[in-house]
DNA sequence: CTTGTCGAATTGTTCAACGATTCATATGTT
DNA sequence: AACATATGAATCGTTGAACAATTCGACAAG
């Protein structure tokens, strides 16, 4: 008996998990997400409103939400628009990241994480030799979201989920994202190995260019856009 | 004339930073933040949309923001109550500090944020002998904000604040938060010495062990109260 | 070319209403 | 007495309409 409730705990963020609101913002993150929605662009209250079929009021409610997690950007007066991260919030990002990756080498891996850990680094492998980017892609952020969770807490992995997304909008103003994701894939496996072999400070310096080189990249590719 | 609106940039910030819900939503927040609104409390919309004198939409505006903050909790269908962190809440926050105070430390200091942080220790030290608990909490704080300011980070410095909010929760339910600052005057003033002598691996370990203890301490006196 | 003015469009905020849900109480059954 | 069910008040969730405030482009005047 005690189990089957232990079991049940876990769908129990599900039962809560309905509001309009919430249910709008679900669909709205989606839509930004995977690029229907581009940065930069104005979301009018009055033709979402109406094409959701919610009133106004909610869809304010999920506006909220949204920009809180810095998807979205509220003008006064204005509106909401995609949010447009500009090169400081690509520096900030990567900053952010190199702490939050960072002390997740330095730690002990759990044999849970470093499961899925491995899992991301293979799929992206299988997926780049059938030329499927899309995948490559979101095995990547698979792969870095896994490292992050060494971290053994539930707020960083937040704040990395909430990151990645941020990042996403990054990647929709690039004219190709593929030819980004490309050259790190032999430098996941290559950092997989160095968190395996238990060489903490390797892994956090092999990281720490890994980061570097990324967002001089990111940023070289973006700039010229803006 | 360039200079001109370069400085005019920096003052845009406060002319978007104005709507009902965001100023409801701050006011909140200093009560929250206060103790006027205790953790379990629950806020009733029309009571309160009432006496600051907007309309109920609005006041769920600001709900939803300070929700995202974690210092409200929604319940479907039950209201907004001021968020009661779990001992494994509390955990998580020092594990987050861990990380990024960890990182903090062993970076080059600024002399800007080495400022702050000498600051803040004096100020701390100051009001003890003065007997005023309420001011080296608040120095206390600074001094934590402080030390994470060294990530360069806006974004890792706003979570610190919410973190730091979320904090003053469980300090709300303590029984006398005095006795628990106390012992870290000490250990503060140690950890800056550490970081001045530009010694970032021991102040690594020393800060390692600050926090384990402040946790401990702090969920011991916690525990009971739930 | 700059500066003022007007008006349409959109957002900000309020209000009233009604269905849905929760919780406490009362009622009834075994 | 213990448990199940029904009842009802209180509150939340959501809607739709309304009006004030603000933005922004167009156009006129200097």
Known sequence: MDNVVADLSQDRSRLGRSSTAERVADILRDRISEGFFRPGQRLSEE???????????????AFRLLGHERLL??????????RLPSVADVSDLYQVRRVLEGAAVRREPTERALTLIKEAVSDAERA?????WQAVGTANIRFHQA???????????????QLLAELRLVFHVMENPRAFHEPFLDRNRALLGLIESGRPGEAAAYLDDYLDHAERLLIQAYEPSR
Request: aromatic content about 2%.
């Open 47 to 61: 033709s979402i409103s109406e094409g959701l079929g919610v009133s106004r009021n909610t869809l304010r409610e």
């Open 73 to 82: 950007e509220h003008r006064l007066n204005r509106g909401v628009f995609v």
């Open 128 to 132: 780049a030799a059938q030329d499927d």
């Open 147 to 161: 490292l992050v969770s060494l971290n053994a807490s539930p707020r960083i992995d937040e704040a990395m989920r």
